[in-house]
């Protein structure tokens, strides 16, 4: 099991002894247990372990008590606390003073004690000192001996913990870039100085030529290999679609092609150790080879110089972003197309906040209801009848996108690897063809994936882009895959790339300027790319992108359901110019 963050669970309590705090020791313990109860039944990391509270020795009522808290959580492994209580407290004596750990703190709504006091009080501390908290206050006054946690209470316990569990798990990890920048693609020109003050991560570089290396002088494991092989033979190699794309002078032979596949492979089991080690080749000798590069997401340059020679990376870069392989199902990793390294974070920030697989798109194209007329004769009917966004890259995308998973009701899902089924798996495997690569733009061959998303899944589309002068902004877009009508859809692919994956998106329309529409969404986009998570999941994006002082300049979220911290609200009533001014004010959290 991999080693997690741990949230810290902070009960504090007035410090007066004889009489006040005696009465409240039971109770302020009772609602640190329950906090922690409710996050570990019901928040996961990415391997499935549940995610994992540690609380305070005991109340925390006078400055002494704060420190030994505060040693524990770092002897712990905390990477973010929780304060808890339901009564007066001393707030600069009992509040949270670690500079790296996001911070909230729930004032238990009940009268007999000022424990909504505290929380103004200690909130206040937090913004004087420029430490900002996200402040908990239930809708509705509690009874003394309820211990219970209401809905609302537990909504934003769970909101905060998650996006906090996602901004401690980054933390100390690498982006590895396997090769450098992609076509002047602007993502992956990639940019250390905000990995390392936004997100506290670190950036690794291997060149591409390790790759040729560790194949050629046989740094990977052969077993793995012929298992990885038999498999690909079985459930990818079956599906090789008609290489219809390639002009006959293009074609690969059939040798060609097989090598190619064995290429790829090998490709994939080598950019996986390379982004996490493998003690495997430890046993094998490879003492420096098996560490890895401690990365959590990663980019694959691909474009061009490799794929002007080698086979291109999209088998190992859609397989690598889905919640299996050969060895079963898995979570998944982040893997970056053309190195977008921005890309990458978006994608990273999905998987985090919700452990699924995650989808990385070229926004490619948006259809108006005219233009799909004026081309097929045919109209664009429900959910897609204001016009459609279409969202297809070279074949690196998640097989999971395929929407061949389903829950009970089979309706179509991407998933948790834990909720994965055999039948989830055979099915996304059987609903994407591996075509030969065209050519005309991967001239060293190899294979793209190819599927076309099912209608009907709740997605987020997200985008991190990096503005000089001003730093990162998040772009966020709810909405829904869309079928379209069959005919209408073979026109348009077969008019863009009919070898790539396709998912048609659209996004959920608003009264805020850019979601006046489905153009003015694809038009507001910030860059050529996209990363898309199943589910709705605008607000916890808002909440993580508070906690990492990213500004969002683009969401359809309605403002109530905006979760920041307290001292957001200092910086004024309109919600979007006090995330862009408490952004400013306060800047990265690790510079
Ligand atoms: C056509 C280019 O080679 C593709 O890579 C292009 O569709 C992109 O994905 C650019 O982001
Ligand atoms: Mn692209």
Known sequence: MKKYPKIGIRPTIDGRQGGVRESLEEKTMNLAKAVAELISTNLKNGDGSPVECVIADGTIGRVAESAACAEKFEREGVGSTITVTSCWCYGAETMDMNPYYPKAVWGFNGTERPGAVYLAAVLAGHAQKGLPAFGIYGHDVQDLDDNSIPADVAEKILRFARAAQAVATMRGKSYLSMGSVSMGIAGSIVNPDFFQEYLGMRNESVDLTEIIRRMTEGIY????????????????????????????????????????????????IIMRDLMQGNPKLREMGFKEEALGHNAIAAGFQGQRQWTDFYPNGDYPEALLNTSFDWNGIREAYVVATENDACNGVAMLFGHLLTN??????????????????????????????????????????????SGQSVDEAGNPVMKEPWNLTQAD???????????????????????????????????????????????????????????IDPEIHEKLN??????????????????????????????????????????????????????????????????????????????????????????????????
């Not at 990885?228 to 008609?242: H, R, S």
């Open 425 to 483: 798996v055979d099915n996304c495997l059987k609903a994407t063809t591996w075509y030969p690569a065209d050519r005309d733009y991967f001239r060293g061959g190899g294979f793209s994936s190819n599927f076309l998303s099912k209608g009907g899944m709740p997605v987020t589309m997200m985008r991190l882009n990096l503005v000089k002068g001003l730093g990162p902004v998040l772009q966020i877009a709810e909405g829904w895959t869309v079928t």
């Open 221 to 268: 494991d052969k077993e793995e290999y012929a298992k990885a092989m038999a498999w690909t033979e079985k459930y990818c190699k079956v599906n090789e679609g008609e290489d219809f794309k390639n002009r006959p002078e293009k074609r690969k032979t059939r040798e060609q092609k097989d090598a190619d596949w064995e290429f790829i492979v090998k490709m994939m």
């Open 494 to 591: 077969m008019r863009t790339d009919p070898t790539w994956p396709t998912t048609w998106f659209v996004p959920r329309l608003c009264d805020k300027p850019a979601f006046k529409d489905v153009y003015s969404v694809m038009n507001n986009w910030g860059a050529n790319h996209g990363a898309i998570s199943y589910g709705h999941i605008g607000q916890d994006l808002i909440t993580m992108a508070s906690i990492l002082r990213i500004p969002v300049c683009m969401h359809n979220v309605d403002d109530e359901k905006i979760f920041r911290p307290a001292a957001w609200n200092a910086f004024g009533m309109d919600k979007e110019g006090a995330d862009y001014r408490a952004c400013a004010t306060y800047g990265p959290i690790y510079k």
């Open 356 to 401: 699924r697989a995650q989808i990385f798109s070229d926004v490619r194209t948006y259809w108006s209801p005219e233009a799909v007329k004026r081309v097929t004769g045919k109209e664009l009917t429900g959910l897609a009848a204001n016009g459609i966004i279409h969202l297809i890259n070279s074949g690196a995308t998640t097989l999971d996108g």
